[in-house]
């Protein structure tokens, strides 16, 4: 077991289907706060709903969790949009105070109500956030700011609430938190010790260890526009 204070869930969400821009795009990046217990499966929560299951939802994105820490932050540098007035904001399944990216490692497990949960991943923003915040450039800040928020996979189904405790039962590489693996994705990206790391690092979804390896065979990075601008890339100024 390891020891450390559980933190509360402050919060629960789950979102319908809805546009996202002009062309009628679906996403269920609307999270609404749910009151009662909701059952947890292998690809999320029952009721909660994600529009392109190619790149969100599945079982290494099954839940989001995004660090209620962050808002203050954001309303600094943004203003104080109704949007960061309660959480899910940034599309999140999970709210808490007392975890950041900083805090939690890849394949940290979280005991939450009757579920287990393995943290698989970090948060890989995309252009719908710059639709949702009214912000050309909101995905490159999340992006930017390594303040993206992370998944889990679900490793024991079951019922979970707003009220629930998080309690962190395992620790298996502490190293890698989700701060220093954005660091060498993002900042250091050409780090070659870091990327033979990333890309043997079996926790990981095999398209981050993907990722890694192609980085060292070609000594390039990714192209993130299309990611984070859309389909047709917004041009500041």
Not at 21 to 48: A, C, H, N, W, Y
Not at 157 to 170: F, I, K, P
């Amino acid at each position: 077991m390891v020891d450390r204070r559980p933190v509360v869930l402050d919060a629960l969400l789950l979102g319908n289907l809805s546009p996202i821009d002009d062309r009628g795009t679906q996403s269920g990046i609307d999270k609404q706060p749910i009151e009662g217990s909701v059952q947890l499966g292998s690809t999320g929560f029952t009721g909660d709903h994600q529009g392109d299951l190619k790149r969100h939802g599945g079982v290494d994105k099954a839940v989001h969790h995004y660090p209620r820490d962050h808002y203050s932050t954001w309303a600094d540098e943004i203003g104080p949009l109704p949007l960061l007035k309660r959480p899910g904001a940034f599309g999140e399944n999970l709210s808490t105070h007392g975890l950041t990216e900083s805090d939690v490692a890849v394949g940290d497990r979280f005991r939450l109500g009757g579920s287990l949960l393995e943290v698989s991943q970090g948060r890989q923003p995309c252009w719908k956030l710059n639709r949702r915040f009214d912000l050309p450039d909101m995905a490159r800040r999340l992006q930017h700011t390594g303040r993206t928020g992370w998944y889990y996979r679900v490793i024991e189904d079951g019922l979970v609430s707003a009220g629930d405790r998080m309690h962190l039962v395992e620790r298996r590489h502490p190293e890698w938190t989700i701060h220093r693996l954005w660091h060498f994705l993002y900042v250091d990206t050409l780090n070659r010790e870091a990327l033979a790391e990333i890309a043997n690092l079996a926790i990981l979804p095999s398209s981050w260890r993907d990722y890694a390896a192609k980085r060292l065979q070609t000594r390039k990075v990714e192209d993130w526009t299309r990611r984070l601008d859309g389909e047709t890339p917004q041009v500041n100024g």
